[in-house]
């Protein structure tokens, strides 16, 4: 599991072009539950995995196979590119304004397509969700008016 985690984190530094930290986050298997706990308002919940910087830490569903399935890696390459982004000072206040987390989104978005796309796996999701995300912050803005 080590040479895998390994290659994902190269995937992750050579398409960014960040500066390597020279360790590796730690990953850690978690429950769906313990996700949409942790990450969503509603019992429905689609995340899948999440970067937490104070432990720098990638928690990923333990239902993923991220041994066999690429699509499932992705989103561990994903999340690496966070961390990358976390080392590298993108990442470094607990208030990121709104079209600041979407360029630090659509980057691992962009990363994690790539990837996707070099395993021949579909990008459909990933597509569709980069297509959402400049509404977002349009979106916190009518909420405020």
């Not at 072009?17 to 509603?42: M, R």
């Not at 999440?50 to 992705?74: L, V, W």
Request: glycine share 2%; hydrophobic share 35%; with cysteine.
């Amino acid at each position: 599991m080590d040479f895998l985690i390994q290659s994902l984190f190269v995937w992750a530094l050579t398409l960014t072009g960040y500066e390597d930290p020279n360790y590796l986050p730690d990953i850690k298997a978690v429950s769906h539950q313990t996700l949409a706990t942790t990450l969503c308002k509603s019992s429905y919940c689609t995340a899948v995995a999440y970067y937490d910087k104070n432990t720098e830490t990638i928690f990923f569903d333990n239902r993923m196979d991220i041994k066999t399935d690429d699509g499932a890696r992705s989103f561990i390459v994903h999340e690496m590119v966070h961390f990358l982004q976390h080392k590298n000072g993108k990442i470094n206040s607990e208030e990121l304004d709104c079209k600041t987390r979407i360029e630090i989104e659509r980057e691992a978005y962009r990363v994690q397509q790539l990837f996707l796309k070099e395993h021949h796996k579909d990008t459909y999701q990933i597509d569709m969700a980069m297509a959402v995300l400049p509404s977002l912050c349009s979106e916190q803005t009518e909420n405020l008016n």
